[in-house]
């Protein structure tokens, strides 16, 4: 008899646990409606909690100019994935800088899909995992479907200048 009590403990925690995990998500969710989740655009990023942040660093990144109009040459036979948390202090300070560097060169955003993940790296019901994301922000170029290069967390020098670098290969 103790056997079966032990046993059907057992079988509920991991029922237990097993349902926690599935709905984690969801869960996060509930507790952070302003969690940004799934394919997103640039309003939905500056209208949600990120946006407080967004700004901020939109205003305070200043791009070099000359490697501005080298980009402007390069980057309109590219499409461009971001890959982002809005909960990440990482995309909260690079993915603004990069926006603007797409303002400022004025990029197309037709061709800029932005894609945002809960904390457990997952975007809802979007299959990421093909993009084999890691960390985040991740900034991906693509020319005739074909990725070129990536960005992931932080640029090796400037975004501006690792965008170039990518482009001119």
Known sequence: M???VVLFALSLYFVVNLNAQQDSSAMQAETNPDLLVGKCNRAELQNSEFGESFFEAYQKYNPD???LANIKNKIFNSTITIVLGTWCHDSQDHV???IRILDEI???TNYLKIICLDKNKLAGDVDISALK???VPTFIFYEKNKEVGRIIE???STLEL???NILKE
């Open 2 to 4: 103790k056997n079966i």
């Open 65 to 67: 100019t000359e490697t």
């Open 96 to 98: 603004p800088g990069f």
């Open 162 to 164: 690792d965008t170039y």
């Open 133 to 135: 994301i890691e960390k």
């Open 106 to 108: 004025d990029y197309n």
């Open 154 to 156: 932080t640029p090796a």
